[in-house]
């Protein structure tokens, strides 16, 4: 395919927004409040933060998966951080052997 790049940008895009409307609907449900208001108040920004991370939870597994059928769809191949820091052969950047994995 000729366009894949933009159409792996317009995927994107749209993983993007629906994050963003997943957010904006928990939080026009009110469940950000709810969860906030179980913690003292003293720490309301912690109890904040755990219930953006409680809400937020299953739609960065949703994109996750989206993600991977997009790029199989567009049949993209990427090169990764990891293959490059651990190498394939098993030897790490520096070239020192990688025994992580070694029973």
């Given at each position: 395919m000729t366009n894949t790049k933009l159409?792996?940008?317009i995927a994107t895009a749209v993983g993007l927004l629906f994050?963003?409307?997943?957010?904006l609907l928990f939080k026009t449900l009110g469940v950000l409040d709810w969860i906030t208001a179980l913690v003292p108040e003293s720490h309301a920004g912690a109890g904040l933060m755990l219930a953006i991370a409680l809400v937020m939870l299953p739609a960065f597994f949703?994109?996750?998966?989206?993600?991977?059928?997009?790029?199989r769809r567009l049949d993209i191949r990427g090169i990764y951080y990891e293959d490059?820091?651990?190498?394939?052969d098993g030897t790490t950047e520096d070239g020192k052997k990688d025994d992580?994995?070694?029973p």
């Open positions: 159409l792996h940008h994050l963003g409307a997943w957010f949703i994109w996750k998966l989206y993600n991977r059928w997009v790029e490059h820091y651990y190498g394939r992580r994995d070694a």
